[in-house]
């Protein structure tokens, strides 16, 4: 850590050194230096070149320091935060620590956290109520709290003042710190908090612990410079940093070998990819056209914004193959008065024109959507027109949300004057169209033969599989368990409203086009 960094980094000690369970000296440590992360200074997108460290390794001194421990992590929130989980739970085990299967087992728990709704931030504080009876019952248990809350300055004063028994508070840029944080709370078993709230290295080789061996994440940036007005992401991962193309590639290149059936490419605003090199032009479209070379069956990418989907990218996803035609595509409202103050910097017009282009260049594609109802003074006929585009655009699934201010952000200080029974209103009234355009779209499977990529067994029936077509469409089916992890042929007997069922025709060595 760099001395800028060291001043940013926050550190609550005890000044009692009988707590401590080394006999060290700790002396350093008697004057609270604690400073909470400041949201203000993560808006800040300062011109310092971004570092990039090729080799991380666990430095010697922690060797051995998960001997006869285990770990045990509970992750909320999107894709990014799992693979962020794959991560320390890869330093867990090069710290020689073993996963536990349930948190009752386990010596340390780490809560992977979400700012992005405030039902997210209420299910973490239910848990860490929850853990305190047992931090109780095992007082060396480490209860740590990582992810985007804790780089929130009103979540990290709340576990101060009112939940003493977290041991650890660290946030999204120095997961790579977790030996050096682990190591503090175990010496001095008093609360560390360690939250960058400035940014800017890219971590390489960092050990991961991925979820079997089928379908896998790879991050190829981190960050967003978008700030729309509602959303707290771009100061809780900070500014858009992207990887070297070369080292993506190579993970790429090691999961094919390792014989993973699909990868997705991952980012807050993943096709703003490669707009912060200045020593090349290189970008999502460029980067596609690459990977999609490899010998991997299905290539998906995660999470796009519209203003950052350029016309070569379009071009290269026409090509086909292994780059697959669905694509999540947020619009987050129909009108263009309310997209200008969530500052999303597109009208609906320009938005159903990339949409025409997409369908031009892809004629097959299935588009899906994210959409926030209740925005802040958002009037009846502003709610009509989100339901309007939807329909034109033809969407055939959405993630949908009442909108949840987030302290810090612009929104939550505008007037809101939309009553709640009216936001459940419009959210019943908007899920009713994508309820029924989603059975429309399922309803057109029946009687067709697609190809799935076998997860596993059902989370409602072990005897039956499931698993996804390149369209993104879950499919339940009676089939072998030597088919899990395999592509298959399914042919579709019936059709739910977000759902499939089909009998297994025959297994696939690699895909084909649905």
């Known amino acids: 850590m760099n001395e800028k960094q060291r001043l940013e980094s926050q550190q609550v000690k005890s000044a009692n050194p009988s707590d401590k369970k080394s006999a060290k000296d700790y002396s350093t440590y008697f004057e609270t230096v604690y400073t909470p992360p400041s949201l203000k200074e993560a808006k800040k997108r300062g011109k310092e070149?971004?570092?990039?460290?090729?080799?991380?390794?666990?430095?010697?001194?922690?060797?051995?320091?998960?001997?006869?421990?285990?770990?045990?992590?509970?992750?909320?929130?999107?894709?990014?935060?799992?693979?962020?989980?794959?991560?320390?739970?890869?330093?867990?085990?090069?710290?020689?620590?073993?996963?536990?299967?349930?948190?009752?087992?386990?010596?340390?728990?780490?809560?992977?956290?979400?700012?992005?709704?405030?039902?997210?931030?209420?299910?973490?504080?239910?848990?860490?109520?929850?853990?305190?009876?047992?931090?109780?019952?095992?007082?060396?248990?480490?209860?740590?709290?990582?992810?985007?809350?804790?780089?929130?300055?009103?979540?990290?004063?709340?576990?101060?003042?009112?939940?003493?028994?977290?041991?650890?508070?660290?946030?999204?840029?120095?997961?790579?710190?977790?030996?050096?944080?682990?190591?503090?709370?175990?010496?001095?078993?008093?609360?560390?908090?360690?939250?960058?709230?400035?940014?800017?290295?890219?971590?390489?080789?960092?050990?991961?612990?991925?979820?079997?061996?089928?379908?896998?994440?790879?991050?190829?940036?981190?960050?967003?410079?978008?700030?729309?007005?509602?959303?707290?992401?771009?100061?809780?991962?900070?500014?858009?940093r992207s990887r070297r193309p070369e080292d993506i590639i190579q993970e790429v290149r090691q999961l094919a070998a390792q014989g993973y059936k699909e990868i997705t490419l991952l980012g807050q605003n993943v096709n703003a990819y490669g707009k912060d090199f200045t020593d090349i032009k290189y970008g999502l479209g460029d980067l596609m056209d690459e990977v999609r070379k490899i010998d991997i069956p299905r290539i998906r990418f995660t999470t796009s914004h519209p203003r950052d989907f350029d016309d070569h990218l379009i071009e290269v996803l026409a090509k086909g193959g292994n780059l697959m035609s669905h694509i999540h595509l947020p619009v987050q409202s129909g009108s263009s008065e309310v997209l200008k103050i969530m500052a999303r910097k597109y009208t609906r017009e320009q938005y159903l024109e990339l949409v025409n282009k997409i369908k031009a260049a892809i004629p097959d594609v299935t588009l899906t959507t994210d959409i926030i109802v209740g925005y802040p003074n958002e009037t009846e006929e502003q709610f009509e027109e989100t339901l309007s585009l939807y329909s034109e655009v033809g969407f055939e699934s959405a993630y949908t949300f009442i909108y949840s201010p987030r302290e810090g952000t612009p929104a939550a200080k505008m007037v809101d004057n939309v009553p709640m029974s009216v936001k459940k209103e419009r959210l019943q009234r908007l899920n009713a169209v994508v309820n029924e355009r989603s059975a429309k779209a399922l309803k057109q499977y029946e009687g067709k033969i697609v190809n799935v990529l076998v997860e596993g067994e059902s989370k409602n029936n072990p005897d039956v599989l499931a698993g996804y077509t390149e369209k993104s469409k879950l499919v339940n089916f009676i089939g072998p368990k030597t088919a899990i992890g395999k592509i298959v042929k399914v042919k579709i007997n019936d059709a739910k409203t977000w759902s499939l069922k089909g009998e297994m025709i025959e297994e696939l060595q690699t895909a084909e086009v649905e």
Request: hydrophobic share 35%.
């Open 49 to 240: 070149d971004v570092s990039y460290h090729k080799d991380f390794e666990i430095p010697e001194q922690f060797n051995g320091m998960g001997r006869g421990r285990k770990f045990y992590i509970r992750t909320y929130g999107c894709q990014m935060n799992e693979h962020d989980t794959e991560v320390m739970a890869g330093i867990f085990i090069g710290l020689g620590y073993e996963p536990a299967e349930t948190p009752e087992d386990a010596n340390v728990i780490l809560l992977n956290t979400c700012a992005i709704r405030e039902n997210a931030e209420n299910k973490v504080f239910g848990e860490i109520g929850h853990l305190k009876a047992m931090k109780k019952e095992k007082p060396d248990l480490l209860l740590g709290v990582c992810g985007c809350m804790s780089q929130e300055e009103s979540v990290v004063n709340r576990i101060l003042q009112k939940h003493q028994h977290v041991d650890m508070i660290f946030g999204t840029h120095n997961i790579h710190r977790l030996p050096n944080i682990l190591q503090e709370a175990y010496m001095a078993k008093e609360m560390v908090v360690e939250v960058w709230s400035k940014e800017g290295d890219v971590i390489e080789n960092l050990p991961k612990v991925r979820r079997g061996n089928i379908k896998g994440w790879v991050n190829i940036m981190y960050g967003c410079d978008k700030f729309c007005t509602y959303c707290i992401v771009p100061y809780t991962r900070g500014k858009e």
